[in-house]
């Protein structure tokens, strides 16, 4: 497989500097790049790697197009190489174009056209899969699931199983049953090994262009908004609403019956206990979240923490010194 | 599917208010209901709920029944909603009902009368499956597993795998071969994708009503006391002993070879380190847990350690001033 | 199953003490042992529970000799322990020996001879499997992967899948295709339920001699040297390169593209968000990780800065009084 860089300036849009005869032969980071590879430069601050890469050709923004002998200058770089990560596709996306054998699927329920279900996948009763959609191997569609058009699931995912709800009593925990489903929008991408909960009462929503990532568990009765984008191993607890375009990083834990607003980013590895109603950007730990710039620098005093504690023993003995010597 | 609150009073033991010959179409929130949903009110401190919400009828405590014109009063709103989620599940627990021809059963496995088995589960040599237990799609229980009676066990789950544990060599690591079993009472529910792993010596032991939800991993060698409740994304390490009726926010870690009394409530994203041997409530973070009450102090002060650092630089500054002047 | 104790000594390279001729029916902890076991001491501070056990032998390291009266001498008491469980495990690794029926092996695969593939696995194209390694089962192979010999791969466990990778663009997220795949080197373990992501551009590189837990995600990109240990339900953004002959507590998150050094030990529950230049020990919490003797420290203020604020306040009020006393 192959292109001319003059074919690549084309078929992306971008505007091509040096030899358009050049043949491009694979797509690389700039660091494994060989004499024959296209490559892109995502950070303008890191212009100096274009002196280093081995890289025939370089996608870069005009801002460094004077650093350029070959290469495609674009608007978004980034945005530039997405699209020629779908030309250098020789396969297209895994196990899609039929629906294996050995998936088990309910009769009662409804797949559209063109849907790709994996080998060992599960599609329960009373489930729509939409058109475009591809579902991994091993996945599990429990029953009254809804997945909307051109989505991909990763495998082992498990959606539309019962929420974590039970009401005490005396002799133990009482099983609530769950009643709701859960809605899955258009293109959406959701990672292998994640756990999605259908809903107690109302349905569990994801909304259109949602992406998670691996090992991502929503609880029952969450909604999540357009185009939110959830990092591998985020847990979200019961009923959080997320709005739309918000970001959350890796790791990251909301605990439940809280709302965040739309445009929120909020980093890795943090617990968010409240509802956030302002957008920007916020990290925190176990102790909950923060805006950005308030966590960095508690976190750096955090890092110093003792040596605070011991210049504040340092200042009452000196007082108490002080004191002493007044009387 | 319908029923009479006056039938629902009866069903549930509860006390009727207003007409009895009301038809009830749905179980809903308070804040999705229409004017044929029974809906319920748990929290006695959100009763204003009750002027807001279109549902024609409300279970509600005794304490706030002078603003119910018309449903159920219950000694335990959330005790009868768990009640009527079973009257108003019209489909039962899902793939329940029958051991599917997909299921890959060891034929040294036991299973007993009225177990249901999902599409794609895996069923390992010398198990035991107790009566009424449900085993969802794609689970996978490993050798010398034993399931109790009534038990749940969500998509993907797997259980009796080997243990993590190796010992050093000048070579690397020694796989310990891993020789104990899974041992889960009865009555217990365990969500989807967790992983549950068999004792490198002793059993792995999980008692009866224990719920776990999804994304749990509980290591070789841990004991989870009767009715013992764990939220998603947990993990145990190794040798991790957990009393009874004890219950664990999500995303909380236990570092291994510890105990934890019964009767102790632990929060979300927190790290036990030690044993705990004092009934409560705990919260902390990747420092360990404390005391609940003391946990929240602490992190309050967190949230202005910058500001807390700032006014000690200060009161040093003025310190060293006054004794400059003094000399 | 038995054997006596003079062929353990002879088995295992260890010295005998005691009758030779005593029969070993089981090996157990020194806690849960009956007086036909044979048991280990690994720590030799715990030299005490030899005056419990009802072990009727015990391996022990030589420095605590003098209180056996009957067992084995080994220069390294865990390690015996680890090639005595390989002599008394009697049924061998669970779902080795052959290739299920129920797996579903893409006909471009290339599977060495004496491999085992679980019941329900997915064997993706071009994949290649080495010699010796089982595939547990519900396992999916992604296309690209390479899995070198004597690997052990834990139930429902997803490798190869696409990378978390996304351009913006007006209309929400473009997917960048994912082009590279997994390389998985010699006598690696992966648990259950991980989640191994195949490259954006390069590939994934699990090193020789890697044992990861179950849950752990290993983003696209990554490198994780030879030998390196990693517990449960890490996680590892995209592009982190960890050296070899680390190991990583349970539950710590990497936020990606940095490198962690040879030889680094980091605890549990931490996030790491910089490289690691320098062998040793770290500890840490969402506010990154730092040596392990200073997180110590402060995690122990921490526990106290609420106390430590009221500290400062009083300070402060006694300073403020001193001075208009002064005025």
Redesign the interface.
Known sequence: MGFTLAELARLTGTELIGDGSFEVTE???LT?ASESSLSFLSNDARRAELGNTKAGAVVVSRAVADDLKCGLISS?P??T???L??L??S?GI??SGDI?V?A?IDSSAIIADNVSI???A?I??ETVVGAGSVI???V?I???THIGLDC?I?????I???G??????EH????????GGVLIGD?V?I?????I?RG???DTVIG??V?L???V?I?HGCCIG??T?I???V?L?GGTLIGSDVTV???T?F?GHLSVCDKVHIG????VTKSITVPGSY??????V?KAE?WR??????????A??R??SE??T??ETDESRDL
Chains 1, 2, 3 share one sequence.
């Open positions: 797509l690389t980071s494994r978004d980034y945005h190489y997405a699209e990560s779908v250098f596709d396969e895994p196990f294996n050995t088990e994996g080998p060992g599960v329960g009763a991994g191997p091993n599990t429990y029953p009254r991909l990763g495998a082992s995912t498990v539309g199983y019962d974590f709800g039970f009401a005490r009593s133990g925990w009482v099983k609530i049953r769950q009643l293109d991408e990672g292998a090994g994640c756990t909960d107690a009462l109302d259109d262009g992406k990532d691996n090992q568990h609880a357009a185009r984008a990092a591998g191993c847990a607890a990083g890796g790791m834990g605990t890795a590895n943090a617990l990290l925190g730990g176990s102790g909950g923060m308030d620098k508690n976190a750096v005093r955090f890092r110093k923490l003792d605070l504690a210049r504040l200042l009452e000196r007082l």
